[in-house]
């Protein structure tokens, strides 16, 4: 079966730009997350989705972070205008159940690496 | 608030010398935890995990138990490989909906034949 497809696998901006993006998580799987990735650090959730409802956002920058998943599929996650400290990998996730019960496997796509200059 | 603590990497080991990464977790309730494995330009993969006290996790020849008592859930593996370099998180999962991964910063496990 197919994984978790990001895109793009590397973006460079300037601050103060915008960018964004996009996960298409595994067929079937009802919860997306993404994480963001600081060098040297784990993975931190920003949002986590539950078909295309928020679950939890409580950790997303939301005077400049922004993100969506239309009709419970795939998910856009967007950044304006983008800081030094955003630069990140950018991991989407996504597990099978609707439940969001702790103990589900998440599946991960390769990220999304971005420089902010 | 729930947090994950792994020793400090990077660990380097000459092929078939044991692997013992250590982890100890701090959380309300009884969390599920979880290592995942990062090989060289890869993404994140599950390599084990646990589900409540007393599991041991296993896959590829790496195990971990959730140790309740010591608030630890430890990795090892009798005998590495080359192919075993990769760096290595551990991380819970509380029991309620909308509870995501905690992650710990990973350790980076290098092996040399």
């Known amino acids: 079966e197919a994984g978790v497809a990001q895109s793009p696998r590397y973006k460079i901006i300037e601050k103060r730009q915008s960018v964004a993006f996009w996960c298409n998580p595994i067929?079937?799987?009802?919860?997306l997350y993404w994480y963001q990735q600081i060098l040297g650090q784990g993975p931190k959730l920003l949002i986590q989705?539950?078909?295309?409802?928020?679950?939890?956002d409580s950790q997303l920058p939301k005077d400049r972070f922004s993100a969506e998943r239309l009709k419970g599929v795939d998910s856009t996650l967007k950044i304006q205008p983008a800081k030094l400290e955003d630069s990140a990998v950018y991991l989407c996730?996504?597990?099978?159940?609707?439940?969001?019960?702790?103990?589900?496997?998440?599946?991960f796509g390769p990220g999304t690496r971005l420089l902010v200059l | 608030g729930d947090s994950v603590t792994q020793m400090e990497g990077p660990v380097t080991l000459s092929e078939e010398a044991f692997l013992t990464i250590n982890c100890t977790y701090t959380?309300?309730?009884?969390?599920?935890l979880f290592w995942y494995v990062q090989y060289p330009g890869e993404g994140l993969q599950l390599l084990l995990k646990a589900t409540k006290a007393d599991d041991k996790g296993s896959n590829k020849g790496f195990e971990a138990t959730y140790r309740k008592e010591t608030t630890s859930f430890h990795l090892e593996k009798g005998s590495v490989q080359v192919s075993d370099s990769a760096v290595y998180f551990c991380a819970l999962s509380g029991r309620q909906a909308g509870t995501a991964l905690i992650f710990g910063k990973g350790t980076t496990l290098s092996v040399s034949s």
């Open positions: 959380a309300t309730g009884y969390p599920s």
């Open positions: 996730a996504s597990s099978l159940e609707a439940s969001g019960r702790a103990s589900e496997t998440q599946y």
């Open positions: 067929s079937g799987h009802a919860t």
């Open positions: 989705f539950q078909n295309n409802g928020v679950v939890d």
